[in-house]
T-cell receptor, first 114, second 114 residues
């Protein structure tokens, strides 16, 4: 079963607004990664946050990580129509977990209206 | 150019006819993985490989085989495909043992099993 759960499943906003999507997971992790997927295409890595980090920025992206709640959020500021895509979180398991399986969330479909 | 290459990109075939989807990466990555993506289920890991001759099951390995005879190649084999294996498949690779690294994805293979 998927341990990564994302919400909302779908989000529709106006250009210029901020978009926030959340991810929850179940086991201990080394890091958590966010990916973007344009319709039916391959996933593109956006940002990685380590388990000992609480917040990370990259351009218009801001990611937070709360390991006590096993959750992360991705904020896209000043959204553009080109940000329309699906966004996925993925957990990289910790070396103590005994597994090297990645778990992806079910994704958030973001639509930015021009 | 650093890339993960999958072939074929599209395939329509019939139940029971063995097929192989190839995956090759030119980044000398140790870790390689196969995922399938189905509507509403996100990406689910089929198999992964930590290095040559080292493979392990992901969350949905039934009906699939893999091999890792060379570092750059990680083919996915469907010995007797069935309609429930109709899906979008992605291969990914990443550098292992160098701290926290993201995965690099191929463009995907869309399989239809009739």
């Amino acid at each position: 079963s998927q341990q990564g759960e994302e919400d909302p499943q779908a989000l529709s906003i106006q250009e210029g607004e901020n978009a926030t999507m959340n991810c929850s997971y179940k086991t201990s992790i080394n890091n958590l990664q966010w990916y973007r997927q344009n319709s039916g295409r391959g996933l593109v890595h956006l940002i990685l946050i380590r388990s000992n980090e609480r917040e990370k920025h990259s351009g218009r992206l801001r990611v937070t990580l709360d390991t006590s709640k096993k959750s992360s959020s991705l904020l896209i500021t000043a959204s553009r129509a080109a940000d329309t895509a699906s966004y996925f979180c993925a957990t990289d398991p910790s070396s103590t977990s005994g597994t090297y399986k990645y778990i992806f969330g079910t994704g958030t479909r973001l639509k930015v209206l021009a | 150019e650093a890339q993960v290459t999958q072939n074929p990109r599209y395939l329509i075939t019939v139940t029971g006819k063995k097929l192989t989807v190839t995956c090759s990466q030119n980044m000398n990555h140790e870790y390689m993985s196969w995922y399938r993506q189905d509507p509403g289920l996100g990406l689910r890991q089929i198999y992964y490989s930590m290095n040559v001759e080292v493979t392990d099951k992901g969350d949905v390995p039934e009906g699939y085989k893999v091999s890792r005879k060379e570092k750059r190649n990680f083919p996915l084999i469907l010995e007797s495909p069935s309609p429930n294996q109709t899906s979008l498949y992605f291969c990914a690779s990443k550098r292992q043992g160098a701290g926290n690294q993201p995965q690099h994805f191929g463009d995907g293979t869309r399989l239809s099993i009739l």
